[in-house]
T-cell receptor, first 115, second 111 residues
Framework: DADVTQTPRNRITKTGKRIMLECSQT?????MYWYRQDPGLGLRLIYY???????NKGEISDGYSVSRQAQAKFSLSLESAIPNQTALYFC??????????????FGPGTRLTVL | GEDVEQSLFLSVREGDSSVINCTYT??????LYWYKQEPGAGLQLLTY?????DMKQDQRLTVLLNKKDKHLSLRIADTQTGDSAIYFC???????????FGSGTRLSIRP
């Protein structure tokens, strides 16, 4: 969905490095999410934010942190990357006032490889 | 806890119907969704159904919900090669803050 963009699209890094993945949206949604996707495991929620002052841990937040710089921007950081954080990372947004609460709109994904 | 389960793979002949099944555990689910993920892309919402409905049809797509058995299915009529993708079932309820996704079903089309 072009309304949700992620940078970078691909990243290869080394163990121990700090990495930031960025997400921007032009949908005007208050809610934003970070997921990781691993083969056979579906999507797992890392962090979510319902507005600029609201940050919540998901089911697998250890090793990650986030920053909601503005309504339109939500960044995910890996403070010290490790190989098992190699995955496809998705940002998503949702609008709780829409016809289907929590219908989520996804960015194109960032493929992260930690060597 | 909440859980959504799907089989990992489905292979269908081109032109046949595909039926992707999903079971969930949260009896208070309000919305159930089907998302499609094409190679190299993010997830796109295909369709959703309210829990007080038992069927929804949208062109080639038919969603059936059996609330008693907590079973959701997606039927794709006249399956085409462009339907090759991973299909995710998901559920949420109005008081929750997140969607629970299944592991995805990879649909492959054979000639």
């Amino acid at each position: 969905d072009a309304d949700v963009t992620q940078t970078p699209r691909n990243r290869i890094t080394k163990t121990g490095k700090r990495i930031m993945l960025e997400c921007s949206q032009t949908k005007g949604h208050d809610r934003m999410y970070w997921y990781r996707q691993d083969p056979g495991l579906g999507l797992r929620l890392i962090y979510y934010s319902f507005d600029v002052k609201d940050i919540n841990k998901g089911e697998i937040s250890d090793g990650y942190s986030v920053s909601r710089q503005a309504q339109a921007k939500f960044s995910l950081s890996l403070e010290s990357a490790i190989p098992n954080q190699t995955a496809l990372y998705f940002c998503a947004t949702s609008d709780p006032t829409g016809p289907s609460t929590d219908t989520q709109y996804f960015g194109p994904g960032t493929r992260l490889t930690v060597l | 806890g909440e859980d959504v389960e799907q089989s990992l793979f489905l292979s269908v002949r081109e032109g046949d119907s595909s039926v992707i099944n999903c079971t969930y555990t949260d009896s208070s689910s309000t919305y159930l969704y089907w998302y499609k993920q094409e190679p190299g892309a993010g997830l796109q919402l295909l369709t959703y159904i309210f829990s007080n409905m038992d069927m929804k049809q949208d062109q080639r797509l038919t969603v059936l919900l059996n609330k008693k058995d907590k079973h959701l299915s997606l039927r794709i009529a006249d399956t085409q090669t462009g339907d090759s993708a991973i299909y995710f079932c998901a559920e949420s309820h109005s008081s929750a803050s997140k969607i629970i996704f299944g592991s995805g079903t990879r649909l492959s089309i054979r000639p």
